[in-house]
């Protein structure tokens, strides 16, 4: 058995997915898709289902933030100052954590922390996933662009990248935001939905760069193959080529890239509202509430729930964007 | 110093607190020190230093180890604005008077410093002559005369050039209209403003009469220079000394070191008893871990002098040891919120008393750090200053909301109205103030939109400049003012006379009020204190009544005295430890 296209057969021995379904009962041998094996190889990751969960849960959490927070908490811009004490404006006994206030209240307005952590993932989550959403789709674009059809195209949009990628992101962000943030009165949309939106374009726009790059040396790649050339010489147009052959061959990098993109957007977001540039107060975000907390290092736990959420949520995504990479594009180097 | 230098210096977070960083003192009875021979057992425990002298000592020697969280705007005595500033600079400067370095009240008290005495005044308190004490000496030797006084005056009314100081002698001395600056126009004959008619003889000229001028005298910016020395903006890499102390190293952001200035001599000096052999004034140290050397005796003094960090405050209420360290004085400063009345419906002075009637004081009070950072405010006068007087026009706990809804009802907003709010958003304190307000006003119907500026921009580009206001519909914006020394002419003039609003850069955001102007004419033209203090009294009530402001606090600070440091006390002229007095064990 030389002949090198017998893959079914070949399969039926060697890989273990084949071997476990294989187990389950005297099922014909089906043909897999990518997406099918690649599911098969996460479900047997547990740190990446792990790591799923968590996002999940993260999800989840977000959405019904204001039911959790009805059940467990109190408003989270609700002031107890009845539970700090006046010498020291710190919570009394310490972090003030009772079956009221499951982590505690901030110091100086008494503000439930529970509350504030699970409406700062609202914001964490919706600007981390809008953002990742649109530097993926500009990153994709320019990178098939820039890829497939070469010479000048390339060359401006490369050089363009170059410079996405030699930006100091955090400085310009830290400016923009500032000067954009004075416009407010002559825009439509006002407040924490202006401020929202900005940081998304803001972080979106500035880190398509890296997915471009990526995409580009796919496509560079793609685009000699065989099947393409085949599809140009039965005489395909740009158009069909890209789409179908080409975008789809990208699916994987893609997915790995935008969900290992989404914790670094997270803690964009966090640096962001760290410096004072992010969601205005009373709003709570989870860098906000850490920049707040820094002056207070003696009461701890102020700091501590807004970092383990920012901590578990990159970790949570970084697992899992691992998880699928692995699943995906096994043979890619680690 | 006026609040704004003050809070610019520890970029906002730590200064944002009123309470921040802090001087460290005299180890009283602290068993742990170097043996007390020589100290006289001064007086100890919490609040020792605010009428006494703690750890009294004459002993000489040793280095007093200084340090800021950030570096204030310059060491040219022409070009700063910073109480810390104005405090420190006095041991290797010396203008004609000083304040006397006394514990309390006493430190309020004006000295002659390079002058025989104060000021003699004539023609009506429209002129000052100073005569200089014989003997006196730069460190090089060459001998300080009167037309470096004159020199120094002139110079720093540069503003162009010397962009920090205050410009109070350039706005009431008599100077002619075609001078410029000592560097545009220095052939223009000034005579008519300061004459000096021989080497020890300065005499001032006022446009009009001004029975305090000894506070001008005060200044910084009477710091003798001498021309020739001059280098402009760079001579604050090399200021010449005319005190018992001269800069070894100057490192812009870094550090300062000084050393003893072998040209000073004692005898033409009675009030500095120069004890340490060197200062070494660290800049830029973190906040937190400033307080923490402080405590553990690794730094003396926190130059800025304005409190400990919150983390501090925890520590020193939980040891009973540092406590008995701490000083918890009242500052001539006062926090509030201005209420601007452009915009409809603040131009109605019913609305305006609503937010009055409205706020939670208490809550307010712990925004700015609780009972240690500030006792609630009733005007914009902090007590301490003469004419201060306690208004009871206000609640001063919970809010009124009965009368807060009346008071809407009046001006035709019964269900309450939508306003804009500023504050400056590296200052934790003062953003925790607004979200308060946002709080407790809410609960009367007036919903307030906040929007944080850094404190950099605040009053040039957004709550200081009125066509930013009008075009954004600000309603509130928190504020705070610091005396630029302690009198009502001091605090006031710059925040409630409405005349002094310009373009952009107001500190005075609210107050435009007729009859509060014509008290300020008044106290201007009385030429006795008594009642020129109960003219201030009196505007400061005005403003109260045409609610143009909401007062938050009278500003506290926590400092912490160092260990080891001998002569240590909180001086009333500048609510900070007195820097002239100090020495080491």
């Not at chain 2, 310059?74 to 604005?81: E, L, N």
């Not at chain 2, 005190?243 to 190293?249: A, S, V």
């Not at chain 2, 000073?264 to 923490?292: F, H, M, Q």
């Not at chain 2, 009973?320 to 009345?341: F, G, Q």
Request: glycine letters at 10%; proline letters at 6%.
């Amino acid at each position: 058995m030389t002949a090198p296209l017998d893959v079914s057969g070949q399969e039926q021995q060697a890989t273990p997915e084949a071997v476990l379904t294989g187990a389950g009962g005297a099922k014909a041998i089906q043909g897999r898709s990518l997406g099918q094996i690649a599911w098969m190889r996460l479900k047997r990751d547990k740190i990446a289902l792990g790591g799923a969960g968590v996002i999940i849960f993260l999800i989840v959490v977000a959405i019904f933030a204001p039911l959790i927070v009805g059940w467990f908490g109190h408003p989270p811009n609700e002031f107890h100052e009845e539970l700090i004490d006046t010498m020291t404006m710190t919570p009394k006994g310490g972090s003030g954590i009772s079956a009221e206030f499951l982590f505690g209240v901030e110091p100086l307005n008494g503000r439930d922390l529970f509350s504030r952590v699970v409406y700062g993932a609202r914001i964490s989550l919706l600007i981390a996933f809008f953002a990742t959403l649109i530097s993926v789709t500009i990153g994709t674009v320019m990178g098939v662009i820039a890829g497939y059809f070469g010479g000048w195209a390339d060359a401006i949009i490369s050089r363009l990248m170059d410079i996405f990628l030699a930006f100091p992101i955090l400085i310009f962000s830290l400016a923009l935001v500032g000067v954009l943030g004075q416009f407010e009165t002559q825009l439509a949309i006002k407040g924490d939905t202006l401020r929202i939106l900005l940081l998304i374009f803001v972080i979106g726009f500035f880190s398509w760069g890296y997915i471009a790059r990526i995409i580009r040396g796919q496509t560079l790649s793609l685009r000699e193959r065989e099947f393409v050339d085949a599809a140009r010489s039965l005489g395909a147009r740009a158009p069909y080529i890209l789409f179908k052959e080409i975008l789809p061959n990208l699916i994987a990098p893609i997915l790995i890239y935008a969900t290992l993109l989404i914790p670094t957007n997270v803690l964009f977001e966090a640096a962001l509202s760290f410096l004072g540039v992010g969601i205005q107060p009373p709003t709570a975000t989870w860098g906000g509430m850490l920049s707040a907390a820094v002056k207070y290092y003696t009461v701890p736990h102020f700091m501590f729930f807004p970092g383990m959420a920012i901590f578990i949520t990159v970790l949570a995504f970084n697992l899992f964007g691992d998880g699928l990479r692995d699943a995906l594009d096994p043979k890619s180097s680690r | 110093m006026n609040k704004k230098a003050l809070s610019v210096a520890a970029s906002g977070a730590a200064l944002a607190l009123a309470l921040s960083a802090c001087g460290g003192g005299g180890s009283e009875s602290a068993p742990s020190e170097s043996a007390p021979a020589s100290a006289a057992a001064g007086a100890t425990g919490f609040n020792a230093g605010l009428e006494n002298v703690t750890n009294p000592s004459d002993k000489k020697g040793g280095t007093l180890k200084m340090a800021v969280t950030e570096d204030w705007d310059s060491v040219d005595p022409g070009d700063t604005y910073y109480g810390m500033s104005w405090n420190l600079l006095r041991i290797y400067a010396r203008p004609l008077v000083t304040y006397n370095p006394a514990p309390g009240k006493k430190g309020l008290e004006l000295v002659p410093d390079l002058a025989e005495s104060l000021g003699v005044a004539s023609d009506g308190n429209k002129t000052w002559t100073y005569k200089l004490r014989p003997g006196l000496k730069y460190e090089d030797g060459t001998p300080i005369k009167a037309q470096d006084v004159k020199y120094a005056v002139l110079r720093q009314m540069d503003k162009t050039t010397f962009v920090n100081g205050p410009t109070y002698l350039g706005d009431w001395l008599d100077m002619p209209k075609d001078f410029v600056s000592v560097y545009k126009t220095p052939d223009v004959n000034t005579d008519q403003a300061i004459e000096t008619p021989d080497d020890q003889t300065v005499v001032f000229h006022l446009k009009r009469a001004y029975a305090g001028f000894d506070n001008f005298a005060a200044l910084p910016g009477t710091v003798p220079i001498p021309q020739a020395k001059d280098t402009g903006i760079k001579y604050r890499d090399h200021v010449l000394a005319s005190g018992p102390y001269k800069f070894e190293t100057v490192e812009q952001g870094k550090q300062y070191t000084l050393v003893r200035n072998d040209q000073w001599d004692p005898a033409t000096d009675p009030i500095r008893k120069a004890l340490p052999d060197r200062y070494e004034i660290s800049l830029g140290v973190e906040a937190n871990d400033l307080d923490n050397r402080i405590i553990s005796g690794d730094l003396h003094i926190d130059v800025a002098g304005s409190g400990v960090q919150p983390a501090a405050i925890g520590s020193i209420q939980a040891d009973p040891e540092l406590k008995a360290r701490a000083d918890n004085p009242i500052m001539a400063r006062t926090w509030y919120v201005s209420i601007l009345n452009d915009n409809p419906p603040l131009d109605n002075v019913e609305c305006r008393k609503a937010i009055l009637y409205g706020a939670d004081r208490v809550s307010l009070q712990n925004a700015y750090g609780g009972q240690l950072a500030g006792d609630v405010a009733t005007s914009l006068l902090p007590p301490g200053i003469g004419g201060w007087q306690k208004l009871d026009l206000y609640p001063t706990g919970a809010p009124d909301e009965a009368k807060a809804k009346e008071a809407l009802t009046a001006c035709g907003q019964p269900n309450g109205f939508e306003t804009t709010m500023t504050y400056r958003s590296d200052r934790p304190k003062e953003q925790a103030a607004a979200e308060s307000l946002q709080q407790s006003l809410g609960k009367i119907g007036i919903k307030l939109t906040l929007k944080g500026f850094p404190t950099s921009e605040y009053f040039t580009a957004y709550a200081g400049k009125p066509a930013y206001t009008k075009a954004n519909g600000i309603g509130l914006a928190t504020n705070g003012w610091g005396a630029d020394w302690n009198d009502g002419f001091g605090f006031l003039s710059q925040i409630i006379d409405s005349r002094v609003i310009r373009e952009a850069g107001n500190y005075n955001l609210s107050v435009k009020d007729p009859a509060v102007d014509g008290l300020v004419d008044q106290a201007f033209a009385e030429l006795d204190t008594a009642k020129r203090n109960a003219i201030w009294g009196e505007a400061d009530k005005k403003v109260m009544e045409g609610a143009y402001v909401l007062p938050a606090v009278y500003a506290k600070g926590l400092l912490l005295r160092g260990k080891g440091v001998t002569n240590q006390f909180i001086t009333g002229a500048f609510d900070m430890y007195d820097y002239l007095a100090l020495g080491v064990e």
